[in-house]
């Protein structure tokens, strides 16, 4: 868990822009990567450069049949790091590194809220863009992936992620994965020395359950692992192209919000802030 936290929040819960620095016209993006911790909403109101959803579709520049998304819902995300412990076994990660991170985002009525942070996914992804070998690519379902075997292990990837949501693996991983099996068993191959980590949305999972003809989002054997894993049901996946999918569905009768938005990136991971109109009952 990090030491982060919203210490400094307005009333009614949004967090208080008072360096003055953000705006909602985006201004001030040259802050430190870490501070996007302070954009999440703990409220309905969000924190500047941030903007509530109320209904999310796939972008008309999507290529494939399928976008796939995750949607998150704070007010049942009880911080247990049950999703990183599967992510951590699925994907046979070293228990130095997280892919999944559970952030604080501090309280609200007394309750203390959560931020789940695996990779976004974005849309218009930065790590993508700088990635000078084409290991960064996006996948036409929209997921951004990691080419290992391409990568030269610059890190231009992780300065130009907003989100700090790669981590670097300065050695190899040969030891043992205190994860498994308690989690789950490992579904991909360790990754070479030398080359930045990151969350797939559990690409394996989904690719194989398709070719058997399940439904990722509705199968658990075709969903990511932290997905699957989550005890409160916090997490939901499916495809933004279907708008009778699960997370078509939450998105379009729940307000929303993404990460630092004003920064047009487009994430694929949208979150439900805690408050009465942003719970998903059930």
């Known amino acids: 868990m990090t030491e982060n936290n919203f210490n400094h929040l307005a009333p009614g819960g949004v967090p208080a822009a008072e360096d003055g620095g953000l705006s909602r016209q985006g201004k001030g993006n ?13 409220g309905l109101a969000v924190a500047a450069g941030t903007r509530v959803i109320q ?10 049949e399928r976008q796939w998304a995750m949607v998150i819902d704070q007010a049942k995300c009880t911080g247990c790091g049950q999703c990183s412990l599967a992510c951590h076994a699925n994907n046979d990660i070293n228990p130095e590194l997280d892919w999944n ?25 930065p790590c993508v863009e700088v990635c000078p070998v084409g290991a960064s690519y996006y996948r036409d379902d929209g997921i951004v992936m990691m080419d290992y ?10 300065v130009a992620c907003p989100y700090d949501a ?6 190899a991983f040969t030891g043992v994965n ?59 996946f499916g495809d933004l192209n279907d708008p009778d999918s699960n997370v078509s569905q939450i998105l379009k009768n729940h307000p929303s919000y993404r990460l630092r938005e004003n920064l047009g990136t ?11 109109e942003g719970i998903v009952e059930g």
């Open 30 to 42: 040259n802050f430190n990567r870490r501070d996007f911790i302070k954009l999440s909403a703990v």
């Open 166 to 171: 790669r981590v670097f693996n300065w050695i």
């Open 149 to 158: 075997d391409k990568c030269i292990g610059c890190r231009y990837c992780m």
């Open 178 to 236: 205190p994860a498994v099996p308690e989690w789950g068993e490992p579904e991909v191959d360790r990754r070479p020395r030398g080359v930045p980590e990151k969350c797939s949305f559990c690409y394996n999972r989904i690719d194989r359950g398709m070719s058997v003809g399940l439904v990722p989002g509705v199968d658990a054997e075709a969903t990511p692992a932290c997905v699957v894993t989550c005890p409160t049901g916090a997490r939901m």
């Open 266 to 276: 487009k994430p694929r991971v949208y979150y439900l802030p805690v408050g009465e």
């Open 101 to 125: 991170k559970i952030l604080d985002a501090g309280e609200f009525n007394g309750e203390k809220v959560y931020l789940p942070r695996p990779c976004m996914h974005c849309e218009h992804a």
């Open 55 to 64: 209904e999310a579709k796939a972008s008309e520049g999507a290529k494939g």
